[in-house]
């Protein structure tokens, strides 16, 4: 009914005007620059490339010759504030003009200079490590978008594209929204290269394989696709390949966006992919035979397969004796479920089911409730929308007053609310101790929708009692039970069980018990160590000959 009534306030012209949309092509929007070959004319390519660029402010383009007599001429393209000026200047411009001498040798020796002049260029002037060729006007483009110095050697038709990329960028340092009492300080950065670096440094094997794409026919930006060959399931990197490959669009600015692009369940509010900006929990992920895709642009890396007890898991959980990991898991899990129905029992105990409670509790209850012009729904639903409003603006104020004004904020709030007689205080108890549990997941995705669904199951508690917060639990465990991620079932170990599996998702055994990898995600090679890895004291005998022995 929604539908129809929407399709009617859009009205015909609406509708002809979406199908016109959907009949364009996306092509036209690719080819926003025709891909013609470089014909040697530098004049022409000057012009071709100041147009592309619309006579850009930080556009340079500069005239220098190789050689005396004879002389060739040779265009040097790039953007100003993209290139780092020295290398630009000590491996590309210096060794040109240092050259000449050298240059006119072997010009005047061979009879096609130009073409002499270009092989010189790129494979002896030029001091650069990274040196690509193009023949097409598009691509040479791109690569001065990217930070390239683009050469153009005057009638050769193609050009040399040296990487001396150099922009302000923010140094490594820890992780702001994963941060850990005992562990690395490293998060990983904006950059791309500088991100998979980190995990050269921890995987040091050549087994650890990376490829990159381009998505985004504007933005074109750079995907990178990590997996450990002989770990990860070829099905699922190829799975992987094949969903970026589909995506045509005109940006991607974040993580973000990929990630609504390939996930599984995209009316789903939980996330199945998950996401981290730390570079150990990536490693971890991809010796557990996962795939890491990291988007330059931003810190955030995303790991799939994930499944529901992933997003429980803490890097910290391992760096820690495994009492106290599997302490913190299971109290994560408890704090996930009393984030999500806590406000919602509270409600249907107060209003359907007062008999469950003692008798002094509920008295107490009732006293504290007696001035308060409101039912209980909704007056949970005031201070529950109240908490929300403080966190988001604790979010979006200055790093220097947020915290402040949000605690500030929430002890005035709830005292002004309970001596108005709007709300009561056991209320503010229990949805304090709600909003203080949503936090405690690691993972930013999972806590933030469990904030939306605590919302229809406080209706569901508000209208129905227990029997509408067990309506509400059981439509989520079944919405679980079909979600997939790539292809693993999301509540794996749990649903379907698999006991092998548990030694490290609810709870976390030591690591000399985890000899194998979880074999859904690592199908090949699922065996991890040597299962005789138990530590043992040495025998007494043994330290007394040493002794007598010294």
């Known amino acids: 009914m929604i539908g129809r009534l929407w399709r009617r306030l859009r009205g015909r012209r609406d509708r002809k005007r979406w199908k016109d949309l959907s009949d364009a092509s996306f092509s036209e929007l690719q080819d926003y620059v025709e891909s013609e070959v470089l014909t040697g004319d530098l004049k022409d390519t000057e012009e071709k490339i100041r147009g592309a660029f619309g006579n850009s402010s930080d556009l340079t383009l500069r005239y220098v010759n190789l050689g005396a007599n004879p002389r060739v001429q040779i265009l040097v393209a790039h953007l100003d504030g993209m290139v780092d000026v020295v290398s630009l200047t000590n491996g590309v411009i210096r ?32 001091h650069i490590s990274t040196v690509k060729e193009t023949d097409s006007l598009e691509k040479a483009l791109e690569y001065i978008g990217r930070g390239f110095a683009v050469l153009f050697v005057e009638g050769v038709s193609r050009g040399l594209a040296c990487e001396v990329k150099g922009w302000a960028e923010r140094d490594v340092a820890e992780p702001g929204t994963e941060a850990t009492v005992r562990g690395p300080r490293q998060g990983f950065v904006e950059n791309s290269r500088v991100n998979t670096s980190m995990l050269r440094r921890m995987i040091v094997s050549p087994l650890l394989w990376v490829e990159e794409m381009q998505v985004g026919a504007i933005t074109k930006t750079t995907i990178t696709i990590a997996h450990i060959k002989g770990i990860a399931d070829d099905g699922v990197v ?218 229809p199951i406080l209706f569901l508690a ?42 490290d998702s609810l709870i976390r055994l030591p690591l000399w018990m985890m000899d194998t990898r979880p074999k859904l995600t690592a199908k090949k090679e699922f065996i991890r160590q040597d299962p005789k890895q138990k530590p043992r004291a040495p025998d007494k005998g043994s330290g007394d000959e040493a002794d007598g022995q010294q």
């Open 95 to 126: 060794p040109i003009l240092e050259g000449t001498l050298y240059a006119s040798e072997h010009i005047s020796k061979e009879p096609p200079r130009r073409k002499v002049a270009y092989a010189l260029l790129k494979q002896q002037l030029i």
């Open 238 to 455: 190829e799975e992987v390949r094949r969903r970026i490959r589909s995506i045509e669009v005109d940006s991607i600015l974040e993580s973000g966006y990929i990630e609504e692009y390939i996930e599984d369940a995209p009316y789903s509010p939980f996330p199945t992919i998950l996401r981290t900006e730390r570079p150990d929990k990536v490693a971890a992920a991809l010796l557990e035979g996962k795939v890491a895709i990291i988007t330059d642009g931003t810190p955030f890396a995303l790991v799939v397969p994930a499944t529901f007890t992933s997003f429980f898991v803490a890097s910290e959980d391992y760096y820690e004796r495994y009492f106290t990991g599997t302490f913190m898991r299971l109290l994560r899990i408890v704090a996930f479920f009393v984030s999500l129905i806590s406000p919602s029992i509270y409600v249907a105990i107060t209003t359907f089911h007062q008999e469950m409670l003692p008798t002094p509790l509920i008295l107490s209850i009732a006293a504290q409730r007696e001035g308060v012009p409101f039912v209980a729904v909704i007056e949970a639903l005031f201070l529950e929308l109240s908490f929300e409003f403080l966190r988001e603006a604790g979010i979006r104020l200055p790093k220097v007053i947020g915290p402040a004004i949000s605690i500030v904020g929430a002890l005035i709030l709830g005292e002004a609310a309970v001596r108005a007689g709007l709300v009561s205080s056991a209320l503010v108890i229990v949805v304090a101790a709600t909003s203080m549990a949503s936090f405690i997941s690691p993972i930013y995705s999972m806590a933030i929708n469990v904030h939306l669904l605590r919302f």
């Open 462 to 503: 508000g209208s129905l009692g227990l029997f509408g917060v067990i309506m509400g639990l059981s439509a989520i465990l079944i919405h679980l039970s079909s979600l997939r991620s790539f292809g693993v079932p999301y509540l794996e170990p749990l649903s379907p069980i698999v006991f092998p599996e548990w030694k």
